[in-house]
DNA sequence: CCAGAAACATGCAAGCATGTATGTATGTAT
DNA sequence: ATACATACATACATGCTTGCATGTTTCTGG
């Protein structure tokens, strides 16, 4: 196994960067295509163009990799919904095609990564304590851009919450049945229900809402 | 490792199922507090009162005997949801008591361990193969459940398996949630916000077809 | 330009899981 | 009661993973 070229990274602090990022990248496409128990710090050297040895000077282990692993990827994920949510708001994209972004997100690449790391976690003190953490956080986030999302809709902020997170909800457990069920009908189905399950909802509040105020809105 | 001292199975056959029990009672029991990888037959086999040597006789491998104990397990929840189904279609159970229980059922061991056999399954092609076919027949049941117990409420086939199967994917992304996030109030908010959903979706149904005529076949 | 530190590689030992071969006990048919 | 099949136990060899200890290369500060 040769040193890797390099492009050209001066400084250590540099090197350190790239390195490390290219382990937890290594680690993400492992998990992803064998698993966390399938992926050893022999693959994740190897497909990072490194040795073990490398990879101990940086992580202490695999679970301390896993756990930044993690993180990246619910960074990268937040990110994307913020942005969705913002087009969303902005009216260049409509509820569907959140919700239809938000699924391709739930049943890609992202929800098998945190599907194999919820499943270590729950046989792993290390990894539960940590990832439990950065849940809370993501979720925090989550809430904060649910409720810029729909301000103004006529209902209350908890409204909001439940109403978002159980869209989450539905999609993860759409997600996990994506792993036995190739039917692409089937979800398509359940899709265009749940929108229309929203659309009614904030359309009920809505209409309530402008009925109490003096809001341009006639009631039926 | 003594013979474990048995009942008092006299005829071969009788041994043999009592043994395979074991195995997979064990198998299910290690599934759940250990997971997928993190199970030996070793383990099982002790846990079983038995040696490897005994589990190998009846059984190729672990995999054999994961697929043996995902279709008993799936067995027992199949027959739960009906029986809970009944009860409704009986009127002895509110429909809101249905979802409480479903969501039980989607909050612990049983789907704790689909957890940890649809993610071993991702990677492992004899798994997956098998588990596909065995939850394309779970399905199934549950469909003719939903079908049975949903029937004259205006609602037709297809909306009835559409919203039920919605139903279930929302506990199924609850239930991946309390994994990694402890919060029984967030979890009876997002029930109540559903069994609401249900209410209305039924409700409005049951309207729409007493309205028309006493024939419940609504159209597009 | 030359220590010293950081980054990275290599090698070895120990633990554990599995496959398989072979030995022993328990039932069953004649 | 004997012979055979089935149920179960034991033992060994192999491969894989990890921790650790020890080299070698690459950067950086004086």
Known sequence: MQPAPDKAPRTQEERTAATRSRLIEATLDLLLSKGYAGTSTVDIAARAGLTRGALAHHFAGKDELVVEAFDKHLTMVTSDI???????????????????????????????????????ARHNDYLRVRLEKRTRVFHEHLDAIWRHFFAGTGLGALEIEVMLNATLCLLRGMGVQTVLRDDPVYFRRLLRFWKAILKEQIEGATRAASAKTPDPEPHA
Do not use: H, K, N, P
């Open 82 to 120: 913020r942005t969705y949510a913002g087009l969303v708001q902005g009216g260049s994209l409509s509820l569907s095609d959140f919700i239809d972004r938000v699924w391709i997100i739930f049943s890609g690449r992202f929800f098998m990564l945190t599907l194999e790391e919820v499943t270590a």
